[in-house]
């Protein structure tokens, strides 16, 4: 049932992420990159990990795929010029790929087995977060801060 | 642990944050007019807490205790973190200063927060052993780097290097956590001390060396080596120039101390060979081919520019080869050979960043053509220029010189048999191109004559309103440079001091 799931689900996410990046209108790429976003937290919830895959619904499909589909909406829409088909980019990726394959199938396991059946509450999750990793817990809120002040920098309006 | 332990060894960061939020309110509150500058007074008063802030949290590395290890290495205090921190914090003081007198850019209050953000950036990046640390420094650093590089809205080469920057970097970033994430899967920790004894157990898989492969290509991208060094030109030529100076000596730093922990705690089982005659597979011959190629590319492109801060750019980028000699040499030797060459350019990069901001803001560019005569209408800054240029070509008795001759001799005893002579072989040749275009834009300086011929009255003009405290603060930078090409052993003693 699982690795049919899986099959089912990988292949959602991959069409959608290519969808993403070849779709000429940009509200169909940003909805077909919602969509890969969804995938990806169904690989959450079937590796067990229920609080990910919710947290990855609600920041990214809930929040972060109408950010971007409300940009580009409130935005001027570029001239649509087509600059042809980017030839060196698809060879370098499928190098990539070549490579990244040709590591997969030579590699035996990974060294970390996933445990089975063992759940992790949101209550430990949350206890984790505020004892072993509050520091970097309290860094990425300051990674945050940082992001928001550079965002309203970069857009604020000069009064000239 | 408890949290006030915490508080207590993190002190310095948290100052540092809270002189950010301080300065960022000062802006705030007395900045907003209706036109677009930041009026002086706001600006002045800004700048001055922000070098408070910064004076006060080195004071209080200092006194933190010896040795301390929170969580698993994601807060370390050692004698060499805290040096490294205490010289990243020097060198965001003198940006500060620097920043000071560059043109009122509006928002100045936001601009040096970020700045100091930027700077606790690289404090967790310093401070850590542990990859998630460390990834999030990078990206602390690199958020608040992309942002100061495109502050300069009313020009649009700063938009551009901004984009480019940003988009660079966080590709870079992308395939550093999926290296990371990679290396995690096979070790099990992210701790930098438990991941070489895990190594070092195992045959190295292929996908394991993708991932360590993958994890590097993020810190080579914020030193700037070759292929990844595309970003650099743009953002050296676009950014405010205090910025720009911030992002070759700082951020630089902080890149080489964090990736050579890396590299020699974390990777150094599978280090490899890169000596002539009997190389093998790991990290370091990689490293050598991406030094080798720096080392020329940025040579060989730098002969070519007409504009200063791009010439900085490119040779920026050879240095970062010559500086991952170190590395790949390897070792306490190496590494610190690498960590004192790293701070040496740094100084000498801020400075000649510094001269470039004064340049700038007279003739209005930094092209080799706006350099013309400059010894005729500020002998200071010319002499200045002179020390610092001189220093990057390498030339005795200044910094660059030992700093060279420390790492190329240590990369030579390092293989057996003199096995990296051939790259060390390389880097002579690329220092002896360097000399060349180093000595071009001397000879612009000191002999060309200014198209628009200044007569006296600009002179003194020029001397005379161009700031104080930003003026003395090239004369440190340029004594310091001599100093340390003078009396060399005193960085370095502390340095393999604190390696403990």
Request: net charge positive.
């Given at each position: 049932m699982n690795s049919a799931a899986f099959f089912f689900i990988a292949v959602l996410t991959l069409s959608a992420a290519v969808a993403a990046a070849c779709l000429r209108q940009l509200v169909h790429a940003a909805l077909s990159f919602a969509v890969a976003l969804v995938g990806v937290a169904a690989f959450y919830f079937l590796l067990g990990a229920e609080f990910v895959g919710l947290v990855q619904v609600f920041v990214?499909?809930?929040a972060v795929a109408v950010l971007i589909v409300f940009t580009i909406l409130l935005t001027r829409h570029g001239t649509d010029e087509n600059r042809g088909f980017n030839w060196s980019g698809v060879v370098i990726a499928l190098a990539v790929l070549a490579a990244l394959l040709w590591a997969i199938m030579r590699t035996p396991a990974l060294y970390v087995a996933a445990q089975p059946g063992v759940t992790v509450t949101v209550r430990q999750i949350g206890e984790a977060l505020m004892s072993d990793y509050v520091w970097p817990l309290q860094c990425v809120g300051l990674l945050l801060t940082a992001a928001l002040i550079g965002a309203l920098v970069l857009v604020l309006e000069e009064k000239r | 642990m408890s949290y006030l332990e915490l508080l207590r060894l993190a002190a310095p960061e948290a100052i540092v944050v809270l002189t950010a939020f301080v300065v960022l309110t000062i802006g705030l509150v007395t900045g907003r007019?209706?036109?677009g500058d930041t009026p002086a007074a706001t600006a002045g008063l800004g700048a001055l807490v922000a070098a408070l802030g910064l004076a006060i949290a080195a004071a209080t590395i200092v006194r933190l205790p010896g040795h301390a290890t929170l969580f698993h290495g994601m807060l370390v205090v050692s004698p060499l973190n805290s040096l490294f921190q205490v010289i990243v914090l020097v060198l965001a003081f003198f940006t500060v200063i620097l920043a000071r007198g560059e043109?009122?850019?509006?928002n100045k209050g936001e601009y040096l927060a970020m700045i100091l953000l930027a700077t606790v950036g690289l404090m967790l990046l310093i401070g850590s052993e542990e990859l998630l640390m460390i990834f999030i420094g990078l990206e602390l650093t690199g958020l608040s780097l992309y942002v100061m590089t495109a502050?300069?809205?009313?020009?649009q080469t700063s938009a551009e290097a901004g984009l480019k920057y940003f988009l660079f970097g966080s590709m870079a970033s992308a395939f550093t956590l999926f290296g990371l994430s990679l290396i995690y899967g096979f070790?099990?920790?992210?701790s930098l001390a438990a991941i070489g004894p895990r190594l070092a157990e195992q045959a190295l898989p292929p996908l394991l060396f993708v991932g360590i492969v993958m994890t590097l290509i993020g810190f080579l991208f914020k030193i700037a080596a070759a292929p990844f060094h595309l970003w650099a030109p743009d953002a050296y030529q676009g950014a405010p120039v205090s910025t720009a100076g911030f992002i070759a000596s700082g951020s630089k730093v902080a890149s080489f101390i964090v990736l050579g922990k890396i590299l020699l705690i974390g990777f150094g089982p599978v280090s490899g060979s890169a000596d002539w005659h009997g190389l093998i597979a790991g990290w370091t011959p990689i490293l050598a081919v991406l030094s080798a190629l720096s080392i020329l590319i940025g040579n060989l492109v730098a002969?070519?520019?007409?504009?200063v801060r791009r010439l900085l750019a490119y040779s920026a980028v050879a240095h970062g080869g010559y500086t991952l000699l170190g590395l790949i040499a390897g070792g306490r030797a190496g590494f610190s050979a690498t960590l004192f060459y790293t701070t040496i350019y740094a100084v000498t990069l801020v400075g000649a960043f510094g001269v470039v901001g004064f340049v700038r803001r007279e003739n209005g560019g930094d092209d080799l053509a706006d350099f013309a005569g400059l010894r005729a209408r500020s002998p200071l800054l010319a002499g200045c220029m002179a020390i610092f240029l001189l220093s990057l070509a390498g030339l005795?008795?200044?910094a660059g010189f030992f700093g060279k001759f420390y790492l190329f001799s240590t990369a030579l005893r390092a293989?057996?048999?003199?096995?990296?002579l051939w790259l060390v072989a390389l880097a002579l040749f690329g220092s002896l191109i360097s000399l060349y275009y180093y000595l071009i834009v001397l000879k612009v300086i000191f002999l060309d004559e200014n198209a628009q011929a200044t007569p006296a009255v600009a002179r003194y003009d020029f001397e005379m309103r161009a700031d104080y405290l930003p003026k003395m603060t090239l004369l440190v930078l340029a004594g310091a440079v001599l100093l340390l090409g003078i009396i060399p052993g005193t960085l370095v003693a502390r340095i393999l001091a604190s390696f403990g």
């Open positions: 990214y499909v809930g | 007019r209706e036109a043109r009122l850019l509006p502050f300069d809205k009313a020009s070790t099990g920790t992210t002969l070519v520019q007409k504009n005795p008795p200044l293989g057996a048999n003199h096995g990296l």
